[in-house]
């Protein structure tokens, strides 16, 4: 059942007013699911307050580091499905270089960029084009809805594996 996720940096709930953030916080304390950062939303995460920068650098990071023709190649459709005229501001890099770890390490990226009224593109705007590239994006709700779901499919697993051998239910069953 153990998912990874990467978190962007506009999901690092410094101040822990981020209940769905808060959740998913909490199952990565126990070992549940893993949450990680692209060194990019690290950096981003960073800065602003020393609360957000001790937040960040908690989780480990990952890095675009030696990229193959395959990858370089991925990284460009990124880009043209995030910025169809090419990023070009630093954030915009980043936005690219985020989704790109995030495929890269197989982790589901939770964000909260895009699909607004404010801001109709942005991740979650593109994410259904980003699916097809095989990165999946879920806003933090979303990834609670998910965990709670692997949970419930776990423990009915373990239900019936107690049923069909006599074993005892481990005690850790339902309490997730």
Known sequence: MYRSFQIDANR????????FMNQLEKWHRERIIQIQMAETAQGEAACGSTRRARKAYRYVFTRTVSRTLREAALLRQIEAILFSG????????????IVFNAKKYGCVLVTNDGASRSQPGGILGNRQRLEALGVQILTDEEAVACVHELILRRDERERGRALATGEPLPDWVGRD
């Open 86 to 97: 090419g990023a070009s501001t630093q954030g915009e890099r980043n936005d690219v270089d």
């Open 12 to 19: 690092i709930n410094a101040r822990g007013r981020l209940d």
